[in-house]
């Protein structure tokens, strides 16, 4: 018996250093996989103080300018836009006489549908690919895919950031005037709404300038304005507030694991805070810091971050963040690894205030 316990024990003690061998060579142990990136557009956006607006497009692996346009000095090239999810196509909206909104083939640029006269600052594209929905202060629109006919319009002085759910055809539109939350169900038929009054945790009535939905579809993320800009997570059945933090304000970077939320702090430039890049953890509701300006080791040639919104790659590996939204730095894009926290590099345009920053899937 004794000798059978000793010859079991010798057969563990061999199986363990055979299968926790770290010899690269070994043929037992798995070889560690080289994370191979992919290849995605980035579309952006900017000015030059008092001269043209540009279009660029760069390579997410390279940083290699791709595409680029000039739209010279009396025509922003758009304030917003969205792609299909195959990336064939590309919603833009944006304002010339009047607001318009157009669908093209991402490839050719060839336009396939336009609307000319409705459009806004913000757009949103729902989950199933049927619809999309442009805000300004002045109006909110759903349309219909892909020829642009109006399934929807709200003519209200204050429309917000709005989104759809990305499990479902509701919008939530932030109406800030009346301290309220505009819930738009366009798979119903007739269009089906609701409309529900905002408060802080504190009994405040509240502002809602952004609406966000998780990637599960379980959670609201908004931003909402009482006596300070404040984050709140409600429950998007109940709209019960789960949380709320103060001196927060989106939209926010939504990370496709479903649990990570990223927030921008741009530069303070009347106390000198540092910009800042936050992540809040949706399970766990706790709130950290990630990278600080002060700190982080900058890319040359510019010397100080001033956040103004992250785009965040498909398999969430990488961030891009946009910086000099406010103007008062050139505008360029820092590439952080979403692993790690660490600067992967940056992409550097020509100097210029940015507009708006997208990315798109290949």
Same mark, same amino acid.
């Given at each position: ?121 913000? %757009?949103? @594209?729902?989950?199933?690919? $049927?619809?999309?929905? =442009? +805000?300004?202060?002045?109006? *909110? &629109?759903?349309?219909? /895919? !892909? ?34 939350? %505009?819930? @738009?169900?366009?798979?119903? $038929?007739?269009?089906? =709404? +609701?409309?529900?009054?905002? *408060? &802080?945790?504190?009994? /405040? !009535? ?46 926010? +970077? ?109």
């Amino acid at each position: 018996m004794k000798l059978r316990t000793i010859s079991l024990l010798l057969v563990i003690v061999v199986a363990s250093a055979v299968f926790t061998c770290s010899d690269d060579d070994c043929l037992v142990c798995p070889t560690p996989q080289e994370y191979v990136e992919p290849e995605h557009d980035l579309v952006y956006c900017f000015s030059m103080t008092g001269q043209d607006y540009f279009s660029y497009t760069f390579n997410t692996k390279t940083g290699e300018v791709v595409d680029s346009a000039n739209y010279g000095p009396h025509w922003v090239p758009f304030f917003d836009c969205g792609f299909s999810s195959d990336g064939g196509h590309a919603y833009y909206t944006g304002l010339k006489e009047s607001y318009v909104t157009w669908v093209a083939n991402y490839s050719t640029g060839d336009t396939v549908s336009i609307n000319d006269g409705l459009g806004g600052r913000f %757009l949103s @594209v729902s989950g199933d690919g $049927d619809y999309i929905a =442009t +805000s300004v202060s002045s109006a *909110f &629109t759903i349309f219909r /895919l !892909p020829d642009l006919s109006v399934v929807y319009t709200y003519a209200h002085h204050g429309c917000g950031v709005a989104s759809f759910s990305p499990n479902s055809d509701v919008a939530y539109v932030p109406i800030d005037h009346e301290d309220s939350l %505009l819930i @738009v169900d366009v798979s119903s $038929d007739p269009v089906l =709404t +609701s409309k529900r009054a905002l *408060f &802080t945790v504190d009994g /405040l !009535p509240a502002q809602c300038v952004t609406a966000q939905v998780s990637p599960d579809a379980t959670m609201l993320i908004l931003t909402v304005v009482a006596d300070t800009y404040r984050l709140q997570l409600r429950s998007a059945e109940t709209l019960e507030i789960l949380a709320e933090y103060p001196d927060l304000s989106g939209p926010y +970077s939504l990370h496709p694991d479903g649990r990570r939320v990223f927030i921008t702090k741009p530069h303070n430039w009347n106390n000198g805070d540092a910009a800042q890049l936050l992540l809040l953890d949706l399970p766990t509701r706790i709130l950290r810091e990630v990278l600080n300006g002060s700190t982080a080791t900058l890319p040359d040639p510019y010397s100080c971050f001033d956040f103004g919104g992250m785009e965040i790659d498909p398999e969430g590996h990488y961030g891009y963040i946009l910086n000099g939204r406010q103007g008062f730095t050139p505008g360029w894009i820092l590439k952080l690894d979403l692993e790690t926290y660490e600067v992967a590099g940056a992409i550097f345009p020509p100097p210029g205030i940015p507009t708006v920053m997208r990315l798109q899937t290949q």
